[in-house]
């Protein structure tokens, strides 16, 4: 079993300084924040530069993305 967590659980920060307090706090699953008005990835964005958004995401700090 795994307990996933949100990026938007910390929206004051950089997504890179968000999973790696994620990690810290020993979670090992993660949901990327992807939305309109979010803080971390616009959907916009994805879409304009996929390999800027996977770059953004390439850091994940022994995190296993799940959505």
Known sequence: MFVCVSTEC??????????ERLAELEFTAV???IH??????QPEDVLKNGDAAIAACSDLQRLRPVA
């Open 10 to 19: 910390f929206p004051n920060l950089p997504l890179d300084q968000a999973m």
């Open 31 to 33: 949901e990327i924040d």
């Open 36 to 41: 309109e008005g979010g803080t971390h990835l």
